[in-house]
């Protein structure tokens, strides 16, 4: 009788493991739509006014990247996708940038719930994550090379470090940005004060960012919106939308009910302002 060697056994229950989730995972990938064609339909004379097509295909490409997803508590919430192809999850630096336009929509519950998800989400030492997701880069690039819409039924959960194996330093300020802007143009208040200790905490960890008595923060290669950039060290747009942060807190300490912190803030904003302009000009 032929002895099998160790080996063999050893790949043939490896095997007998693997293929069978391998050909489930391919069965279901291929079973997810095809992604369809987004055409926006054109005006009447697409030339005669461009800003018009602009802003249509703006419109329905920010509608689009709203959907209801589960997080891992088993709640819902409204995200904001950073794209319906690609980038079908929420990520800091997208959802603080395209809140302004979920405003100007008047899609001021959409903007809560997707600002929201950030703020349940943040680590105990005060960082937002970068994203919050379901699927891993190489399952994204499958879908998107093979034209398949990714599936949405997994819970998303908190990733904090990008894919250069770093963190996002301007995600914080955004979301800070974001969620005072949506305040003040909606009047709930009563949001900004229920996650209060969550944005002091924001602005606890960008401190820790800070390397000299100027206070500007120093960033790493990679953690800021051009992350295909090694810029590094005290960056211009980092430092501005850190101060915009701190001083849109100030300027609603008094209305959330923090009058004592308003000062304080006020006081690091300027002199954040003033270390900007000596530094960069």
């Keep these: ?32 739509p095809q992604l369809a064609a987004r055409i926006v339909p054109a005006p009447d004379n697409e030339y005669r006014n461009i800003e018009e097509r602009a802003y249509q295909i703006a419109v329905q490409n ?3 990247g709203l959907e209801r997803r589960s997080l891992l508590d088993g709640t819902e919430r409204l995200i904001l996708c950073a794209g319906v192809r690609h980038f079908r999850e929420p990520w800091a630096r997208d959802t603080g940038f395209a809140s302004f336009g979920l405003i100007e929509l008047d899609q001021m519950q959409a903007t809560k719930e997707a600002l929201e998800v950030f703020l349940l989400t943040q680590s105990e030492a005060g960082q937002f994550p970068v994203k919050i997701h379901s699927t891993h880069f190489l399952e994204r690039y499958l879908y998107s090379v093979f034209k398949r819409e990714q599936p949405i039924d997994r ?8 894919a250069h194996n770093t963190i996002s330093l301007d995600g914080n300020s955004l979301l800070i940005i974001a969620v005072l802007n949506y305040a003040r143009r909606s009047g709930d208040y009563a949001f900004v004060h229920q996650y209060w200790p969550s944005l002091k905490n924001a602005l606890a960890w960008l401190e ?45 300490a008094q209305t959330c009910g923090h009058p004592d912190e308003r000062r304080s803030l ?6 954040i302002r003033d270390a900007i302009n000596n530094h960069f000009w």
């Excluded at 002895?3 to 229950?13: A, G, S």
């Excluded at 819970?155 to 990008?162: A, C, G, K, L, S």
């Excluded at 390397?211 to 501005?240: C, M, P």
């Excluded at 006020?266 to 002199?271: T, W």
């Design 208 to 252: 820790t960012h800070v390397k000299e008595t100027d206070g500007l923060l120093h960033q790493g290669a990679f953690t800021d919106w051009a992350d295909s950039i090694a810029r590094q060290g005290k960056i211009l747009y980092t430092n501005v939308i850190y101060w915009k942060a701190l001083l849109d807190m100030a300027e609603v």
């Design 155 to 162: 819970p998303i959960f908190p990733r904090y470090i990008t």
């Design 62 to 64: 920010l509608q689009e």
């Design 1 to 32: 009788m032929t002895k099998i060697p160790l080996v063999t056994w050893v790949m043939t229950i490896v095997a007998g493991l693997i293929l069978p989730r391998f050909v489930l995972y391919f069965r279901r990938f291929f079973t997810q």
């Design 266 to 271: 006020g006081e690091k904003a300027r002199h």
